[in-house]
Nanobody, 124 residues
Framework: QVQLVESGGGLVQAGGSLRLSCEAS????????MSWFRQAPGNDRVFVAT???????NHADSVKGRFTISRDNAKNTVYLQMSNLKPEDTAVYYC??????????????????WGQGTQVTVSS
């Protein structure tokens, strides 16, 4: 069993930066694909970024060049550095973990574990 706890959300002005953290319990963190999704009010939960066990990363087109996902296996933590934030980035951000194999990290249904979410609000 894995528990995920997100932190680092908050209110920021457009153009500002935030760093989200997601700390995982359990001894097998390093084997999991770790991802961030976000959900704005009235919308589906959508993919933001992923980092595989081998540290290969992928970012959604909407955040490329502004967001960076990383992981620290010694701390069982995955990060999402967000820069040049825009009002449309406002959402609840969720951390997810899973052993996806050949599955697409963009498919939220493949993840076994989810955090409780952290709110990010970007004011214009």
């Amino acid at each position: 069993q894995v528990q995920l706890v997100e932190s680092g959300g908050g209110l920021v002005q457009a153009g500002g930066s935030l760093r989200l953290s997601c700390e995982a319990s359990g001894r097998t963190f390093s084997t999991y694909t770790m991802s961030w999704f976000r959900q704005a009010p009235g919308n589906d939960r959508v993919f933001v970024a992923t980092i595989r066990a081998n540290s290969a990363t992928n970012h959604a087109d909407s955040v490329k060049g502004r967001f960076t996902i990383s992981r620290d296996n010694a701390k069982n933590t995955v990060y999402l550095q967000m820069s040049n934030l825009k009002p449309e980035d406002t959402a609840v951000y969720y951390c997810a973990a899973g052993e996806l194999g050949w599955g697409s990290p963009l498919n939220k249904n493949l993840y076994a574990y989810w955090g409780q979410g952290t709110q990010v609000t970007v004011s214009s």
